[in-house]
């Protein structure tokens, strides 16, 4: 009987490992920043989270950020909430850089509050590798010193890899949360990854998914974005963040949100949510009501809760993924698919009765992190290569010259969602009647069936490295572009097929290759690592965007004077510069061959100020000055000055001086229109 049962248990096994994995699987992290500057965390928002997840017996990290592990009242509470409570509070680590850990490092820490959330400055993309080493031991031994223990899981938005797989090997790390995909936000971009589920990371760049590395950390993206808005979006408000969704949105587009992503997917589905401690009530309030939410999802048998071993044996062998959604905003018939292997990662957008691919990124472990013997130069960038892209359409102008207020944004090309665009695609034959794709998984390889417009079926079989189709002809893929002129990808075109390439030095960096016949075609997919840093180095605006140490360009950089009118003996005249590249990326002075030529000679200075410069110029008598800078590569800007006479004080002499008068009028209106538009004080 013994023997019948245990054989009988032994036979349900696969069966219960599946019914456990078909459900959607949630992991919660909360990021728990410190009361020392940059973004301060509320001790009281704290303890509403952690109150929340007990009252609804849901798990959660709670991730510390090292000021938080040096207070201790946020220690004491926490230790004494997983004490209470060891299946629902668990604790790991923000790895944010922030002035005492600096400090306590022996690390330089060059920022001030205003550019603390820069990447140079609050990742560890910013720091060398031996910097990095420093952190991380002040980070875990802190940790250790107050709770007894390392970590299993860490948090922040980018991490350099070497760091990781130090973490990983020296402390056990085996979870760490990267953000989502986005573009041009907050002063970093991760772009063309393995979307929304966990994936083992590559020891040569985290962004890479590496399935054959033993006992590689897991990363899981934070968040939940919108599969069909999300794509070429920089307004962050299509994700499951309270603070981005309820700019425009309310609570049922995160209902239907993570419905889909849990319960509406090929697979297992997977959710990854959490909140700052630093968000504002509103948004705690928001998060608490997610929560709730979720509980009412496992009372239904939705969703499970994975512990951190459970999650990673799971999600380490998942090498095949699809994540899909429809218009949650619009209601359209519109449906975007995320297909990835471990070699590539296909986009597909279905419109109606039309059906496109509109990105296409290939994934190789060897691909090395652009961080990995360099720093983050103000901006960071993780941008996987691709042979299509159709987010990127056209140039878009950095600054305007009548309102130059605003500090210029780095996106150095405009990233478009591909609904409804005229973006670069694969158009492929329209599908007949609206009717849905058929999709099927099975022994490593997704299959996507739909019979067309004029009722032939077609075959779209997705493995590793490759893609096969059956119905399909060279003449059936429809190449459309509209890029820039730079665009580094090549089209090329014949009966047998047609092929996508990006080339250096004459050289294939990644291409695609599709070969045809009559009643089938193949794609293969090639990429040489050998070439990414040259790459990077010569197609930057496409790879690596940092802004900073390209050359200037005469025509793009722009210099404007904020007041070319002062009053002699009180306040400056100021000239901004904000220099740009050919491409009309946003990059750095040369401060070693900046020159400036005055006439008379005046007092000057220039002061870095997030990506513009502020050159000052101070004279104690009324004068006319012809400026002249020299800011190196043969760039050169002039601008006409003046400095009035405080014609207050000295009535009589700008009554008869009418130039002087004029120059002081200037001054005062020119005062008053900047204090009226931007609050600015003389």
């Known amino acids: 009987m013994k023997y019948f049962l245990f054989l009988a248990l032994f036979l349900l096994l696969p069966v219960l490992s599946k019914a456990y994995a078909s459900q959607g699987q949630v992991l919660i992290i909360n990021q728990v920043r410190g009361e020392e500057c940059c973004d301060k965390g509320n ?82 993309i910013g720091y060398t590798n031996d910097e990095n080493v420093k952190i991380a031991d002040a980070l875990f031994t802190k940790f250790y010193d107050d709770f007894g223990n390392y970590p299993q899981v860490t948090s922040s938005w980018m991490i350099n890899t070497g760091l990781l797989n130090y973490i990983n090997k020296q402390y056990g790390v085996k979870v760490h949360q990267i953000t989502r995909e986005q573009w041009g936000l907050d002063s970093y971009s991760l772009y063309g990854g393995p979307p929304q589920y966990p994936y083992p990371a590559s020891a040569s760049w985290a962004f890479m998914p590496d399935y054959d590395r033993e006992n590689a950390p897991l990363i899981v993206r934070q968040t939940v974005a919108d599969p069909l808005y999300n794509y070429g979006d920089n307004t962050s408000s299509f994700t499951s963040q309270p603070n981005d969704y309820l700019r425009n949105k309310k609570f049922d587009y995160f209902e239907n949100l993570i419905t889909q992503a849990l319960t509406k997917q090929n697979g297992t589905g997977f959710a990854m949510l959490g909140l700052e401690t630093s968000m504002g009530k509103n ?154 794709l058929k999709i099927t998984e099975s022994n490593n390889q997704l299959n996507i069936k739909y019979q067309t417009k004029q009722g032939k079926n077609i075959q779209l079989k997705f493995v590793s490295k490759s893609i096969s189709t059956i119905g399909l002809t060279s003449e059936d893929f429809n190449y ?3 890029t820039p002129s730079d665009y580094p990808i090549n089209y090329s075109s014949s009966k047998q097929g047609f092929k996508l390439s990006w080339n250096i030095n004459k050289k294939s960096f990644v291409d695609l290759s599709a070969s045809c016949n009559t009643s089938s075609c193949q794609l293969n997919f090639y990429s040489n690592p050998d070439l990414i840093n040259s790459v990077r180095k010569y197609d930057y605006e496409y790879l690596l965007p940092q802004p900073a140490g390209h050359p200037l360009d ?40 900046v020159r400036i030529y005055e006439e008379p000679s005046l007092k000057s200075g220039y002061i870095p100020q997030g990506k513009r410069y502020f050159f000052d110029f101070y004279s104690n008598n009324p004068t006319f000055a012809k400026i002249s800078l020299s800011l190196g590569n043969g760039v050169v800007k002039k601008q006409d000055v003046y400095f009035a006479p405080n014609c207050k004080s000295e009535t009589k002499f700008c009554l008869t001086n009418p130039k002087y008068l004029w120059w002081y009028l200037n001054a005062i209106i020119g005062d008053k229109t900047r204090q009226l538009l931007y609050g600015e004080k003389q």
């Open 43 to 124: 001790f009281e928002n704290l303890t509403i989270q952690v109150n929340t997840l007990i009252k609804n017996k849901i798990p959660a990290v709670f991730a510390l950020r090292y000021d938080a592990l040096k207070n201790t009242k946020y220690v004491s509470y926490l230790k004494k909430e997983r004490m209470s409570h060891p299946d629902l509070i668990n604790l790991g680590i923000l790895l944010e850089v922030t002035p005492s850990l600096a400090h306590d490092s022996k690390v330089t820490y060059s920022s001030d509050q205003e550019e603390w959330f820069e990447a140079q400055n609050l990742f560890s």
């Open 554 to 593: 005469s025509a793009k950089t722009v210099s404007y004077a904020s007041n070319k009118y002062a009053i002699a003996g009180r306040n400056p005249v100021r000239i901004i510069v904000i220099p740009y590249d050919k491409y009309g990326i946003v990059t750095t002075l040369p401060s070693s061959k």
């Open 480 to 482: 459309k572009n509209n």
């Open 283 to 436: 948004y705690q309030d928001e998060y608490a009501i997610q929560i709730n939410f979720l509980q009412k999802l496992r009372q239904n048998k939705s969703i499970s809760f994975p512990n951190i071993s459970d999650l990673y044996s799971f999600w380490e062998r998942q090498k095949f993924s699809l994540y899909q959604g429809g218009d949650l905003v619009n209601k359209t018939p519109s449906n975007a698919y995320y297909i990835t292997t471990p070699n590539y990662r296909i986009r597909l957008l279905k419109e109606g009765n039309s059906l496109s691919i509109t990105d296409i990124r290939l994934f190789n472990s060897t691909f090395s992190d652009p961080y990995s013997d360099t720093q983050a130069l103000r901006d960071g960038f993780w941008i996987v290569p691709f042979v299509l892209d159709g987010s990127l359409q056209n140039k878009t102008k950095s600054i305007s010259i009548i309102n130059p207020q605003p500090v210029p944004v780095n996106n150095f090309i405009k990233a478009t969602n591909d609904i409804n665009s005229e973006g670069t695609k694969i158009d492929l034959p329209l599908i007949k009647d609206n009717t849905q």
